[in-house]
């Protein structure tokens, strides 16, 4: 419910700001949930944010028609990283909406129940967790 009334606060406004003001939900519910099953459900949440989006901009320009939509916030996208034709790129500033389905997975390991990080036996395990396990913190 919150992106669709986001995108209904922003009627009026350019496509910039609602980039700016979707991006920091998405990443918020992408890294909330990215430690689960989630997959499907983060490309089922893209699908509902591509609707909404995109009866922002038939509303936003309403005498123009899809070809024209498409041609200017959906041009060819490469960020290095990610490629595609259907993401919503602001054509003033670059600035582009996230996808939900870039978060990677990442699965939360438990300790095994008889460690202790006060154990001085265990400190090697520690460690090496704490290394592989250090894109948590930055």
């Known amino acids: 419910m919150k992106i669709d009334d986001i995108c209904k606060s922003c009627y009026g406004n350019n496509v910039g700001v609602?980039?700016?003001?979707l991006n920091p939900v998405i990443r918020g519910t992408a890294n909330y949930w990215r430690h689960v099953v989630s997959k499907k459900v983060f490309c089922a949440m893209d699908?509902?944010?591509?609707n909404k989006i995109y009866k922002f901009l038939r509303r936003l320009h309403g005498n123009k028609g899809k070809k024209w939509i498409k041609q200017?916030?959906?041009?060819y996208f490469n960020n290095g990283r990610y490629t595609g034709n259907w993401?919503?790129?602001?054509?003033?500033?670059?600035?582009?909406?996230?996808?939900?389905k870039w978060t990677p997975i990442r699965r939360h390991i438990m300790i095994k129940h008889d460690y202790s990080p006060y154990d001085?036996?265990?400190t090697d395990y520690f460690d090496m967790r704490d290394r592989r396990y250090s894109y948590f913190t930055g």
């Open 120 to 122: 001085k036996d265990k």
């Open 87 to 100: 993401i919503l790129t602001d054509p003033l500033t670059g600035d582009y909406l996230i996808k939900m």
């Open 18 to 21: 609602l980039i700016r003001r």
């Open 72 to 75: 200017r916030y959906f041009p």
């Open 47 to 50: 699908d509902y944010i591509w």
